[in-house]
Each structure stands twice: as structure tokens, then as C-alpha cells.
């Protein structure tokens, strides 16, 4: 269950990416599909539930998982090699974790609560909005690009692991496991590095 | 070589137990760390002492008595082997050794390194078995074919002794590695279809019982596995207990 609600944010984190990269390359497509995005009925009344039950769903999993696993040993080793045998990232999935909704709530603060209350509190008319001036505004605070990039490299070492764990527990371990890990890697690498690509050059580019 | 030994005392299920530091002399390198245990207790005897209480029964690798966590790893530092084939030569003169037994909630502690290790054979037994007709003219099993590929993997899972080191290794304590190399030795098998889906999840169902965590993929396992039981076969359980469930 854990790997199906990771599954899905996977997919969500690519389709995040793509569209943000847009930003990079031309303000009008990137507004055009923000608007898009913004005001299609499937994507705000059907997608947006579903993703926001997703990330909640894969958190709170999360954290009965690792209360579970806790109870499981309930007296510790004076003495553990953990290095030995597995990787750090893979021990500490739960902190990583942690550390990726606490930024979720700061960015969620910065662009979906403001985008929310124009729509449907305000009644604002999305019409011509610019999407890429509140990314660029956004982005000239150096503490916010140090959140952000920071995050990232949470999001990295979350996945660095995930990715094949996700793989491995609903049952996939053959002969494609090899590649899959080195696509995995990578996966896990270029994303994060491509979001703080973003948020890097929208500071030191407007 | 002359070593330190750090040993968990423990006098019994309910006592409280602590880390005490004793010393041995002369300590060959030939020796297995079991037999340095003997030596240990040979000491604690005939000065009066109460001996190290720990278990061992075949001393070849292939009970999976020896229970022992050493300097942070199941069955010490040594890859591919039980404490009992772990020789000393593993470590050097002066050295200091923490020996623990092995801790998980499922494992209560009986005395001093002895742990119970009961909860694996409930596992087994609700499950690990085929039913066969034992009337006298049972099927010859050399007649069922089977691929050569099935029956390796098959042999591999089968190597599994039961020692436990997969959960003593695990931070969550999951008994995933054992349990699949037990549901995959039938899985791989003609003789196991029949019962397959329910072998499976009353596997799964008992070691949930016995209050062993999850699995999360750290690998740590299969790393300290004395037998070498790879990863794939908790994969192969996974994969059996989703169907087993979607076809209900
Ligand atoms: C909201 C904050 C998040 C928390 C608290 C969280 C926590 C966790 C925990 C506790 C686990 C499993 C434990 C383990 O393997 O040791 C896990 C697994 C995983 N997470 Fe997250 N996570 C979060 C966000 C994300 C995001 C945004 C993604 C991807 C875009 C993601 C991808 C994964 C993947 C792929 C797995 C592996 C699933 C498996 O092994 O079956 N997580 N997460
Ligand atoms: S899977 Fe390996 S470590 Fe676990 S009980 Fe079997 S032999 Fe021991
Ligand atoms: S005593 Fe039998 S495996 Fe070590």
C-alpha cells in the first residue's frame, strides 16, 4: 500500500517537473498550462482530491509503518553495525520523510493556499493570470531558495531508496531489477537536481 | 590472542539483565568463537561462576542454534557463516568483543544469550508443509517434471536453517526473508500449487501474530543470511500473497 501511494506520487512528481520546467524556457506556455491546470474541472475537482488523499494517505502510512516496526524491538542492541549491512538511506526513510512534509506545508503555503483563495474565496477570474511573475517574486528570497534546495536534496535521498524499495515490495525482482536499479539512481538524482535547477534560475534570473 | 568480552547477563525471562566485561587468555586463532565461548565458561565454572548460557547444538552451520550477535552483526563480522564457523582469527589480539543475543520482540530472551525462537516454528506450521497421501503408493517425485531453473532456486530457498539472524539484523525486526524463503521453496514447486494461497497467507497471518515488523527493504537480510537467501524470495512472497488475495 505504501508502494502504490509511492507509485502514484512518482508520477506526480514527473508531470510536476515537466510543467515547471516550462517556466524556464517560455513564461507564456508555463502560464498557459498553469491556467489550464488551474481551471479544468477534472484536474481541480477529481486529480487534486485524489493527489491530496495520496500524499496524506502515504504519510499517515508512513508513520503507523514505522510505530509498527518500533514495537517490533522493543529492547535496542548496546552495540549495532548498522553501516555493515544497509544503507543509510534506507534506515532513515522516516526522517527524510518528515523533513519533505514539513517543506510540503511551507510549499503549499507559498503557491497553492494563495492560488486557492484567489479562486474560490476571492472569485477572481483566472483569466491572463500571471503564473510565472508569482513564481519569479517567489523565488528572490534567498531563504526560500535555501528551503527549497534543501528539500530537494531530502527528496533525493527519499527516493535514492524508494524507488526500487517500491519495486521490490509488490513483488518485481527479476531480470529487469538490474536496469530498473540504475534507472531508479537516476530517477531519484536528475528530478530533485532539475527542481533546484528551477529554483535556482528563476533567482538569479529575472 | 588475550581479548575483552562484553556478554548481556540476563538470570531469566523477567530479570532486567546488563552488559558484563570479562577477559580470556590465549586464545587460539584456530579456534571457532564458540569454542572461545567454552573457554569463557570453562573459567566462569571453575571459579565458582555461573557459565554463559547460549545455544549451540551441531557446530557445523547447519542447526541454526547459535544465536549471537556480535560487535553489532548476527552472527559477527564474517559473511556466509554461523557463529559456530566463525573463527577467530576474525579478530586480533587486544581486541574488545560485544556479544549480544539476538533482540527483537518476537525473540524473548530465556537466559543470558538464549532466545526463543518458537514463534518461526508456529510460522511453519501454519503453513510451511504440502499434504501428501502417505498410504504407500505415494508419487514418485523424481517423475513430476521440473525445470532445472526452478528446482535451483528452489534448493536455494530450501537452505534456509532457521537461525533467525534475518530478524535479529532487521530495524524493524521482520522475519520477511525467513518467511519467503519458506513460502518460495514450495512456490517454486509443482508439489506446492495446491495449497499455495493459503500457505502464504497464513504465513504471513502467523508472522503478523507473532508481532515481527515489516519489511522495508533495507537489505540487511540477505547481507547477513548465513546461507546467502537473496532478497527475491520475500519479492516471490510479495507476489504470491497479492495474488493469493486478489483471487480471495
Ligand atoms: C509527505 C511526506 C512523506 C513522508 C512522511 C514519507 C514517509 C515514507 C515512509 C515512512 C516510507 C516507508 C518506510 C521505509 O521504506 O523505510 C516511505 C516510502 C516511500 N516513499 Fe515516502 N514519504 C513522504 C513523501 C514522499 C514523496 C513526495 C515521494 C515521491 C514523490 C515518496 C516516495 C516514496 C517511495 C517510492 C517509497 C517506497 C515505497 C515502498 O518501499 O514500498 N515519499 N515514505
Ligand atoms: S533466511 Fe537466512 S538468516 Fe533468515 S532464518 Fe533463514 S538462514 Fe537464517
Ligand atoms: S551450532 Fe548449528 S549452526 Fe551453529
Same mark, same amino acid.
Given at each position: 500500500?505504501?508502494?502504490?501511494?509511492?507509485?502514484?506520487?512518482?508520477?506526480?512528481?514527473?508531470? $510536476?517537473?515537466?510543467?515547471?520546467?516550462?517556466?524556464?524556457?517560455?513564461?507564456?506556455?508555463?502560464?498557459?498550462?498553469?491556467?489550464?491546470?488551474?481551471?479544468? +474541472?477534472?484536474?481541480?475537482?477529481?486529480?487534486?482530491?485524489?493527489?491530496?488523499?495520496?500524499?496524506?494517505? *502515504?504519510?499517515?502510512?508512513?508513520?503507523?509503518?514505522?510505530?509498527?516496526?518500533?514495537?517490533?524491538?522493543?529492547?535496542?542492541?548496546?552495540?549495532?553495525?548498522?553501516?555493515?549491512?544497509?544503507?543509510?538511506?534506507?534506515?532513515?526513510?522516516?526522517?527524510?520523510?518528515?523533513?519533505?512534509?514539513?517543506?510540503?506545508?511551507?510549499?503549499?503555503?507559498?503557491?497553492?493556499?494563495?492560488?486557492?483563495?484567489?479562486?474560490?474565496?476571492?472569485?477572481?477570474?483566472?483569466?491572463?493570470?500571471?503564473? $510565472? *511573475? *508569482?513564481?519569479?517574486?517567489?523565488?528572490?528570497? +534567498?531563504?526560500?531558495?535555501?528551503?527549497?534546495?534543501?528539500?530537494?536534496?531530502?527528496?533525493?535521498? *527519499?527516493?535514492?531508496?524508494?524507488?526500487?524499495?517500491?519495486?521490490?515490495?509488490?513483488?518485481?525482482?527479476?531480470?529487469?531489477?538490474?536496469?530498473?536499479?540504475?534507472?531508479?539512481?537516476?530517477?531519484?538524482?536528475?528530478?530533485?537536481?532539475?527542481?533546484?535547477?528551477?529554483?535556482?534560475? $528563476?533567482?538569479?534570473?529575472? | 590472542?588475550?581479548? !575483552?568480552?562484553?556478554?548481556?547477563?540476563?538470570?531469566?525471562?523477567?530479570?532486567?539483565?546488563?552488559?558484563?566485561?570479562?577477559?580470556? !587468555?590465549?586464545?587460539?586463532?584456530?579456534?571457532?568463537?564458540?569454542?572461545?565461548?567454552?573457554?569463557?565458561?570453562?573459567?566462569?565454572?571453575?571459579?565458582?561462576?555461573?557459565?554463559?548460557?547460549?545455544?549451540?547444538?551441531?557446530?557445523?552451520?547447519?542447526?541454526?542454534?547459535?544465536?549471537?550477535?556480535?560487535?553489532?552483526?548476527?552472527?559477527?563480522?564474517?559473511?556466509?557463516? !554461523?557463529?559456530?564457523?566463525?573463527?577467530?582469527?576474525?579478530?586480533?589480539?587486544?581486541? !574488545?568483543?560485544?556479544?549480544?543475543?539476538?533482540?527483537?520482540?518476537?525473540?524473548?530472551?530465556?537466559?543470558?544469550?538464549?532466545?526463543?525462537?518458537?514463534? /518461526?516454528?508456529?510460522?511453519?506450521?501454519?503453513?510451511?508443509?504440502?499434504?501428501?497421501?502417505?498410504? %504407500?503408493?505415494?508419487?514418485?517425485?523424481?517423475?513430476?517434471?521440473?525445470? &532445472?531453473?526452478?528446482?535451483?532456486?528452489?534448493?536455494?530457498?530450501?537452505?534456509?536453517? %532457521?537461525?533467525?539472524?534475518?530478524?535479529?539484523?532487521?530495524?524493524?525486526?521482520?522475519?520477511?526473508?525467513?518467511? %519467503?524463503? &519458506?513460502?518460495?521453496?514450495?512456490?517454486?514447486?509443482?508439489?506446492?500449487?495446491?495449497?499455495?494461497?493459503?500457505?502464504?497467507?497464513?504465513?504471513?497471518?502467523?508472522?503478523?501474530?507473532?508481532?515481527?515488523?515489516?519489511?522495508?527493504?533495507?537489505?540487511?537480510?540477505?547481507?547477513?543470511?548465513?546461507?546467502?537467501?537473496?532478497?527475491?524470495?520475500?519479492?516471490?512472497?510479495?507476489?504470491? /500473497?497479492?495474488?493469493?488475495?486478489?483471487?480471495?
Amino acid at each position: 500500500m505504501m508502494a502504490l501511494s509511492a507509485f502514484f506520487l512518482m508520477f506526480f512528481l514527473l508531470q $510536476h517537473f515537466a510543467i515547471n520546467i516550462l517556466s524556464v524556457f517560455s513564461p507564456n506556455v508555463f502560464n498557459e498550462v498553469s491556467y489550464f491546470m488551474g481551471t479544468n +474541472p477534472l484536474i481541480q475537482y477529481v486529480m487534486q482530491p485524489v493527489l491530496l488523499f495520496g500524499i496524506v494517505y *502515504h504519510f499517515v502510512m508512513g508513520f503507523i509503518l514505522e510505530l509498527k516496526n518500533r514495537k517490533a524491538q522493543t529492547v535496542k542492541y548496546a552495540k549495532n553495525n548498522g553501516a555493515a549491512n544497509s544503507t543509510w538511506v534506507s534506515r532513515n526513510m522516516i526522517y527524510t520523510g518528515l523533513f519533505i512534509l514539513l517543506f510540503m506545508v511551507f510549499h503549499f503555503n507559498d503557491f497553492w493556499v494563495p492560488e486557492i483563495v484567489d479562486k474560490f474565496i476571492e472569485g477572481n477570474s483566472q483569466v491572463g493570470k500571471d503564473y $510565472h *511573475h *508569482h513564481v519569479v517574486t517567489m523565488f528572490e528570497n +534567498p531563504v526560500r531558495i535555501g528551503v527549497y534546495v534543501l528539500a530537494f536534496v531530502f527528496l533525493a535521498l *527519499h527516493l535514492l531508496h524508494g524507488f526500487n524499495s517500491a519495486f521490490q515490495s509488490v513483488g518485481a525482482n527479476n531480470k529487469y531489477t538490474k536496469g530498473l536499479k540504475g534507472f531508479g539512481k537516476a530517477y531519484a538524482l536528475l528530478i530533485p537536481l532539475g527542481f533546484i535547477f528551477i529554483a535556482l534560475f $528563476h533567482h538569479f534570473n529575472h | 590472542m588475550n581479548l !575483552t568480552l562484553k556478554i548481556w547477563r540476563q538470570k531469566g525471562p523477567q530479570d532486567k539483565g546488563q552488559m558484563v566485561d570479562y577477559k580470556v !587468555t590465549d586464545i587460539s586463532e584456530h579456534m571457532s568463537f564458540l569454542e572461545m565461548m567454552d573457554v569463557l565458561n570453562e573459567q566462569l565454572i571453575n571459579s565458582g561462576d555461573e557459565p554463559v548460557a547460549f545455544d549451540h547444538d551441531c557446530r557445523e552451520g547447519i542447526c541454526g542454534m547459535c544465536s549471537m550477535y556480535i560487535n553489532g552483526e548476527a552472527h559477527g563480522p564474517d559473511r556466509g557463516v !554461523t557463529t559456530c564457523q566463525l573463527h577467530m582469527r576474525m579478530f586480533k589480539d587486544g581486541d !574488545t568483543i560485544t556479544i549480544e543475543p539476538f533482540r527483537a520482540a518476537a525473540f524473548p530472551v530465556i537466559k543470558d544469550l538464549v532466545v526463543d525462537r518458537m514463534a /518461526f516454528e508456529r510460522i511453519q506450521q501454519a503453513g510451511g508443509y504440502i499434504s501428501i497421501n502417505t498410504s %504407500g503408493n505415494t508419487q514418485d517425485g523424481n517423475a513430476i517434471p521440473i525445470s &532445472k531453473h526452478a528446482a535451483d532456486e528452489a534448493m536455494d530457498a530450501a537452505t534456509c536453517i %532457521g537461525c533467525g539472524a534475518c530478524v535479529a539484523s532487521c530495524k524493524n525486526s521482520s522475519a520477511m526473508l525467513f518467511v %519467503g524463503a &519458506k513460502v518460495s521453496q514450495y512456490a517454486l514447486l509443482p508439489q506446492g500449487q495446491v495449497e499455495a494461497a493459503d500457505r502464504v497467507k497464513n504465513m504471513v497471518a502467523q508472522m503478523d501474530l507473532e508481532g515481527f515488523g515489516n519489511c522495508t527493504n533495507t537489505g540487511a537480510c540477505e547481507i547477513e543470511c548465513p546461507k546467502g537467501i537473496s532478497l527475491e524470495n520475500i519479492a516471490r512472497m510479495n507476489r504470491e /500473497f497479492l495474488k493469493a488475495n486478489v483471487k480471495g
